[in-house]
């Protein structure tokens, strides 16, 4: 439980990663939406954090210097792109044989069909940009766009969008929290399960909507077989 804790605490990674914390949040950032097992990885509550501590008294009650948050509103979106867009390449290549591996503790197949599931519902478009506030369909999305052949140059578009859009605006609200609200810190961790709450509020609204969807079964079909 401590070490889910950990994983979950943006200011765990933040106090490993020390002197090079800016650098780390990037390359998180990428492996989270690049790579299938950087989906439990912090990617929301990371990018909030990191816009607190870019403020000096924040960092200072971590015991770490000041994050950059001119490099990490530069860096930290080229990330979130080139790591979407080789997660769509991984699924372009390889198919389904990405996602034909056994089910672990690390992998699970609902997420891709939780992914393919807002693909079908919003579009390509929408389906691309909406995941980027959705933890773990934020990873397999890109893969799975890949998979479903979706042009990589219209990829590339709403995907950059989507990923400016979403660390430009944790950052910045991040920074806003750490510059207005005394001890930011204490409330990090809370603040980490409401924003997982909020993330996933979407998926589980969803998930109880097509329960009750029954689709009625044509008539003829019980005797088929005759």
């Known amino acids: ?45 990371l990018l909030v954090a990191a816009g607190i501590f870019s403020t000096a008294a924040a960092a200072q009650g971590l ?36 996602f034909e591996k056994p089910d672990s503790r690390l992998f699970k197949k609902e997420h891709v069909e939780k992914a393919e599931f807002y693909f079908e519902k919003f579009g390509p478009a929408r389906a691309v940009v909406a995941a980027r506030f959705m933890p773990i369909v934020r990873t397999f999305m890109n893969p799975v766009a890949g998979v479903l052949e979706m042009d990589a140059r219209r990829f590339f578009v709403w995907n950059a969008l989507g990923g400016v859009v979403w660390v430009e605006a944790l950052l910045l609200l991040g920074y806003f929290l750490g510059a207005k609200v005394e001890n930011i810190d204490k409330y990090i961790l809370p603040g980490v ?22 689709v009625p079964e044509p008539k003829g079909r019980h005797h088929a077989g005759r």
């Open 193 to 214: 399960f409401v924003i997982i709450l909020l993330s996933i509020i979407p998926i589980v609204r969803e998930v109880i909507k097509s329960r009750r969807t029954v």
């Open 63 to 98: 015991g770490i210097a000041p994050l950059s948050l001119p490099t990490l509103l530069v860096f930290a979106p080229l990330a979130a792109i080139a790591g979407a867009q080789f997660g769509h390449f991984l699924g372009g290549r390889f198919g389904r044989k990405l």
């Open 1 to 45: 439980m401590d070490v889910l804790l950990d994983l979950l605490d943006p200011k765990w990674w933040l106090g490993m990663l020390g002197p090079v914390a800016t650098i780390g949040v990037i390359a998180i950032i990428f492996a989270e939406t690049g790579l299938l097992v950087g989906f439990f990885l912090p990617g929301d509550s």
